[in-house]
T-cell receptor
Framework: SQTIHQWPATLVQPVGSPLSLECTVEGTSNPNLYWYRQAAGRGLQLLFYSVGIGQISSEVPQNLSASRPQDRQFILSSKKLLLSDSGFYLC?????????????FGSGTRLTVV | DQQVKQNSPSLSVQEGRISILNCDYTNSMFDYFLWYKKYPAEGPTFLISISSIKDKNEDGRFTVFLNKSAKHLSLHIVPSQPGDSAVYFCAASDQTGANNLFFGTGTRLTVIP
């Protein structure tokens, strides 16, 4: 069966520091991969999605970037964190653009920028 | 621009009663709708979905109703149980091409024992 791993679970980082969040999927190949962010009082906002290695689409301009160095690995990065980057970050995967049960999400990373 | 809206940030219901969570959308191209349930410090999990060719879908205690003319859907939970206490997200997609699920802001449901 397919599983999705996301780490770390919580992270406290100072303003201006770099960020790297990692997500891996097991049990499938060539998945669609997504990074979402849940900020306070807002819904789940799509940040990036990828349909293949090296293919990244950005949905919103921001201080973040994403990379997909391997088929089942998706990384969210920042060179210099801002206070506004605080939030709950979720990685998700699907095997089709929108499967009947939607996307499968990881357990999330709570990022607090101080 | 929020294309999917959940105007009630929170809802409290007595155990055993009905919980009704509402969701509105603005994009008439959306043709598939989902509800997700999310516990604290966890990722959202799929709950129930409905296609635009239907107006109702039922799964056990959960029923989703879709009113296309009003661009409105609702999730009914009957009877509500304390374990249903969570944040519920409505999501919508345009399956013709958008590689995206659009999510609402969520409604926190508290079921009081």
């Amino acid at each position: 069966s397919q599983t999705i791993h996301q780490w770390p679970a919580t992270l406290v980082q100072p303003v201006g520091s770099p960020l790297s969040l990692e997500c891996t999927v097991e049990g499938t190949s060539n998945p669609n991969l997504y990074w979402y962010r849940q900020a306070a009082g807002r819904g789940l906002q799509l940040l990036f999605y990828s349909v293949g290695i090296g293919q990244i689409s950005s949905e919103v301009p921001q201080n973040l970037s994403a990379s997909r160095p391997q088929d089942r690995q998706f990384i969210l990065s920042s060179k210099k964190l801002l206070l506004s980057d605080s939030g709950f970050y979720l990685c998700a995967w699907s095997d089709t653009p929108v499967p009947p049960r939607g996307y499968t999400f990881g357990s999330g990373t709570r990022l607090t920028v101080v | 621009d929020q294309q999917v809206k959940q105007n009630s940030p929170s809802l409290s219901v007595q155990e055993g009663r009905i919980s009704i969570l509402n969701c509105d959308y603005t994009n008439s191209m959306f043709d598939y709708f989902l509800w997700y349930k999310k516990y604290p410090a966890e990722g959202p999990t799929f709950l129930i979905s409905i296609s635009s060719i239907k107006d109702k879908n039922e799964d056990g205690r959960f029923t989703v109703f879709l009113n296309k003319s009003a661009k409105h859907l609702s999730l009914h939970i009957v009877p509500s149980q304390p374990g249903d206490s969570a944040v519920y997200f409505c999501a919508a997609s345009d399956q013709t091409g958008a590689n995206n699920l659009f999510f609402g802001t969520g409604t926190r449901l508290t079921v009081i024992p």
